[in-house]
């Protein structure tokens, strides 16, 4: 049984920063992928990182040079650090992972998933 559990997520400026937390715990394949979603109201959830378990990562381009998705392997805590966040980033962030090294952009081909956190940011 996995589980992951966000935090982070708050209230910002535009401009500001947020890091958002996932705590894992359970069984971990020795290849996998974990990644960050989102969705904002009224829209569909769309990747924003993803970081395999060889170290590759990838991002949205809506997010590319702004956000970071790191993961300390000690802690079993997948992180997504967010700078210049923008009005647009605001939605309820996912943690996610599966098994096996592939990182899809479909959501629907994740199997475990976080509750979410929220960032709102004001212009």
């Known amino acids: 049984q996995v589980q992951l559990v966000e935090s982070g997520g708050a209230p910002v400026q535009a401009g500001g920063s947020l890091r958002l937390s996932c705590a894992r715990s359970?069984?971990?394949?020795?290849?996998?992928?974990m990644g960050w979603f989102r969705q904002a109201p009224g829209k569909e959830r769309e990747g924003v990182a993803t970081?395999?378990?060889?170290?590759?990562?990838t991002y949205a381009d809506s997010v590319k040079g702004r956000f970071t998705i790191s993961e300390d392997n000690a802690k079993n805590i997948l992180y997504l650090e967010m700078n210049d966040l923008k009005p647009e980033d605001t939605a309820m962030y996912y943690c996610t992972q599966k098994p096996g090294g592939y990182c899809p952009t479909s959501q629907a081909q994740y199997r475990d998933w976080g509750q979410g956190t929220q960032v709102t940011v004001s212009s």
């Open positions: 970081i395999r378990s060889d170290g590759k990562v």
């Open positions: 359970g069984y971990r394949a020795t290849s996998y992928c």
